[in-house]
């Protein structure tokens, strides 16, 4: 694990985390250029953000404006009210945050730094007009008594601490820009009141006197603390939400299905603009060595496959953050399982024009030195692919066991354990001791088989031990005693199904060529197949599984081995 672990991190060449110069295969652009680009991204996501929050406060901001304004200019000579030399500097600040809301609002869209000049703008104008403010307040406060001239000092660091809570939770910032800017609110009150202290002993004493100066600095530093923590905090998040929106140059875009080992995304290569599969390790299992081996051989035995009906790699690495992935072609359509799930049992042409694809592709597995052992309903996926209906692909081939010279590359089996689904694993695995070869995978195919043409597992059960032992020590019924199917695909069914490996067919070549005889080889056709998928797409049990539509199933059940005898 830590050689597999140190290869991925030399190469990463789907992270995008390798050194500039580092040699780029395929159609991908050079990973400084990848690195460039998601940091791109996220600073143009970065700027839509401020953008909006800068609008939404520019309009607030003139809007508090315009009623202080409206309501100081109606109540001249009142306790609270504003000196009249006042309100020439608010409509002056009132102007400007009316322009910046409707720069703001316009369809144009700022670049970042124009953007952060009207941030300075907007929040440095009512900063220096409560500056101002209050210098007069402190000066209209000597005329007052020594209480009323600190309970005024006080009442005016509300709004100072509103704009550093408001600037600090709400503007998209750096933990240290934040820092600077909102220190610099932070400490205008206090500056203000030591420049009118300097100017005048009265209130150099009302403020010491009367404990102001200490509160409004207790004030003014809890204010800070929170605003500086919330714009790191935040910021931190965006980040953190960017980064698990990507994986390398893949932006993921919705989750699709899952199971024991890993989620499978729905993304999109952000340059190709091409959409695929990405599959991770599950959090809780990052640190699993056996999944972590699982997952590489998923990887490397899918990888050297290059047979249509076997579902295609792109990609393998390991994130930023150390998770492991892998990116497959996506496949619109429904696995075998969710066929029969939603549709019934399906035509015995449609069964046959399925299986032999799939033979084809294990085919080409078998003579690779591979066996799936994880053939099942879930598992063969009927996709639309270049127009093509019900164009089978073959997935999950993290159960893999290798045989021949691939043995020493591609190792996943677990002693005293059946890996693999116990409602299609076959005698031999379940017994332990036989021989894992391509007759095994036979077996999982004839179970497979038999769940199409009749809607049912070959001995249906909830508890894994009795299906496992089913398979070994019990007569499968036939599936023309709960359905209508032809003899001729009854045959090879059941063939399939025999205990004794010898009596299945020789490979799985053998049972792709007996498929093609039967009478119903020729019912299902690519026009058939459009057809059907039209028909289904308008159907409401379509609409009612349209979120499911393009899970890929993926599960793995392990079982202890039984004892032969």
């Given at each position: 694990m830590a050689k597999l672990a140190e290869l991925l991190r030399s190469n990463r060449s789907s992270a995008g985390d390798t050194r500039p110069g580092d040699d780029c295969h395929d159609c991908f652009c050079p990973h400084?250029?990848?690195?460039?680009?998601?940091?791109l991204e996220f600073r143009e996501q970065v700027r839509d953000l401020l953008r909006g929050r800068l609008r939404v406060a520019a309009i607030f901001l003139f809007a508090i404006c315009t009623l202080h304004f409206v309501r100081s200019a109606l109540t001249q000579g009142e306790t609270f009210s504003i000196p009249s030399t006042e309100l020439v500097p608010l409509l002056f600040v009132t102007a400007v945050e009316g322009i910046c809301a409707v720069v703001l609002c316009r369809r144009h869209r700022p670049s970042l730094l124009a953007l952060r000049i009207i941030e300075v703008v907007m929040f440095v104008s009512p900063a220096l007009l409560l500056v101002h403010m209050q210098s007069e307040t402190a000066r209209f406060a000597l005329t007052q008594d020594e209480e009323s001239q600190g309970l005024r000092l006080i009442?005016?660091?509300?709004?100072?601490?509103?704009?550093?809570?408001?600037?600090?939770?709400?503007?998209?910032?750096?933990?240290?820009?934040?820092?600077?800017?909102?220190?610099?609110?932070?400490?205008?009150?206090?500056?203000?009141?030591?420049?009118?202290?300097?100017?005048?002993?009265?209130?150099?004493?009302?403020?010491?006197?009367?404990?102001?100066v200490s509160f409004n600095l207790m004030q003014m530093a809890s204010a800070g603390f929170v605003a500086v923590w919330g714009a790191h905090h935040f910021g931190t998040m965006r980040r953190e939400t960017f980064d698990l929106q990507h994986v390398g140059v893949y932006q993921l875009v919705r989750r699709l299905g899952g199971g024991g080992m890993?989620?499978?995304?729905?993304?999109?290569?952000?340059?190709?603009k091409r959409p695929c599969a990405v599959k991770l390790i599950r959090k809780d299992r990052e640190s699993d060595e056996g999944t972590i081996a699982r997952f590489q051989n998923e990887v490397q035995a899918t990888a050297r496959l290059t047979h249509p009906n076997t579902v295609e790699i792109y990609d393998y690495g390991i994130?930023?953050?150390?998770?492991?992935?892998y990116v497959m072609e996506y496949l619109p359509g429904l696995s075998v399982q969710e066929l029969v799930d939603r549709s019934g049992p399906l035509a015995a042409g449609r069964v046959i024009h399925l299986l032999r694809q799939v033979c084809s592709a294990l085919a080409e597995a078998h003579r690779a030195g591979l066996i799936?052992?994880?053939?099942?309903?879930?598992?063969?996926?009927?996709?639309?692919?270049?127009?093509?209906?019900d164009f089978a692909k073959l997935l999950d081939f993290g159960l893999v066991k290798a045989t021949g010279e691939q043995a020493e590359n591609i190792q996943n089996t677990r002693e005293g354990v059946v890996v693999g689904s116990p409602l299609y694993a076959a005698p031999e695995t379940a017994l332990g001791g036989g021989p894992v070869d391509?007759?095994?995978?036979?077996?999982?195919?004839?179970?497979?088989?038999?769940?199409?043409?009749?809607?049912?597992?070959?001995?249906?059960?909830?508890?894994?031990?009795?299906?496992?032992?089913?398979h070994a020590r019990e007569t499968p019924k036939p599936p023309s005693e709960f359905v209508k199917v032809p003899a001729d695909l009854e045959a090879i069914v059941m063939r399939c199904l025999a205990k004794s490996p010898s009596d299945?067919?020789?490979?799985?070549?053998?049972?792709e060529q007996d498929l093609?005889?039967?009478?119903?080889?020729?019912?299902?056709?690519?026009?058939?197949?459009?057809?059907?998928?039209?028909?289904?797409?308008?159907?409401?049990?379509?609409?009612?599984?349209?979120?499911?539509?393009?899970?890929?199933?993926?599960?793995?059940?392990?079982?202890?081995?039984?004892?032969?005898g």
């Amino acid at each position: 694990m830590a050689k597999l672990a140190e290869l991925l991190r030399s190469n990463r060449s789907s992270a995008g985390d390798t050194r500039p110069g580092d040699d780029c295969h395929d159609c991908f652009c050079p990973h400084d250029g990848l690195l460039a680009k998601s940091s791109l991204e996220f600073r143009e996501q970065v700027r839509d953000l401020l953008r909006g929050r800068l609008r939404v406060a520019a309009i607030f901001l003139f809007a508090i404006c315009t009623l202080h304004f409206v309501r100081s200019a109606l109540t001249q000579g009142e306790t609270f009210s504003i000196p009249s030399t006042e309100l020439v500097p608010l409509l002056f600040v009132t102007a400007v945050e009316g322009i910046c809301a409707v720069v703001l609002c316009r369809r144009h869209r700022p670049s970042l730094l124009a953007l952060r000049i009207i941030e300075v703008v907007m929040f440095v104008s009512p900063a220096l007009l409560l500056v101002h403010m209050q210098s007069e307040t402190a000066r209209f406060a000597l005329t007052q008594d020594e209480e009323s001239q600190g309970l005024r000092l006080i009442a005016f660091s509300v709004p100072w601490i509103l704009m550093v809570m408001v600037y600090g939770l709400f503007i998209p910032n750096t933990w240290r820009r934040a820092t600077a800017i909102i220190a610099m609110f932070a400490v205008g009150p206090l500056l203000t009141a030591a420049y009118a202290s300097w100017r005048n002993n009265v209130m150099l004493d009302a403020l010491y006197d009367s404990g102001v100066v200490s509160f409004n600095l207790m004030q003014m530093a809890s204010a800070g603390f929170v605003a500086v923590w919330g714009a790191h905090h935040f910021g931190t998040m965006r980040r953190e939400t960017f980064d698990l929106q990507h994986v390398g140059v893949y932006q993921l875009v919705r989750r699709l299905g899952g199971g024991g080992m890993g989620d499978v995304f729905l993304a999109e290569h952000r340059l190709l603009k091409r959409p695929c599969a990405v599959k991770l390790i599950r959090k809780d299992r990052e640190s699993d060595e056996g999944t972590i081996a699982r997952f590489q051989n998923e990887v490397q035995a899918t990888a050297r496959l290059t047979h249509p009906n076997t579902v295609e790699i792109y990609d393998y690495g390991i994130t930023d953050n150390g998770m492991f992935f892998y990116v497959m072609e996506y496949l619109p359509g429904l696995s075998v399982q969710e066929l029969v799930d939603r549709s019934g049992p399906l035509a015995a042409g449609r069964v046959i024009h399925l299986l032999r694809q799939v033979c084809s592709a294990l085919a080409e597995a078998h003579r690779a030195g591979l066996i799936h052992r994880d053939i099942k309903p879930g598992n063969i996926f009927a996709a639309e692919r270049g127009g093509i209906h019900d164009f089978a692909k073959l997935l999950d081939f993290g159960l893999v066991k290798a045989t021949g010279e691939q043995a020493e590359n591609i190792q996943n089996t677990r002693e005293g354990v059946v890996v693999g689904s116990p409602l299609y694993a076959a005698p031999e695995t379940a017994l332990g001791g036989g021989p894992v070869d391509e007759h095994v995978d036979q077996y999982s195919l004839g179970a497979t088989a038999y769940f199409m043409l009749t809607g049912r597992p070959v001995f249906p059960g909830t508890r894994a031990l009795e299906i496992v032992f089913a398979h070994a020590r019990e007569t499968p019924k036939p599936p023309s005693e709960f359905v209508k199917v032809p003899a001729d695909l009854e045959a090879i069914v059941m063939r399939c199904l025999a205990k004794s490996p010898s009596d299945r067919y020789h490979d799985v070549s053998e049972l792709e060529q007996d498929l093609a005889r039967c009478r119903d080889a020729s019912t299902w056709s690519d026009e058939v197949a459009a057809q059907w998928w039209r028909d289904f797409q308008d159907s409401p049990r379509a609409e009612r599984t349209a979120s499911e539509a393009d899970a890929f199933a993926e599960t793995a059940v392990a079982t202890p081995v039984l004892a032969p005898g």
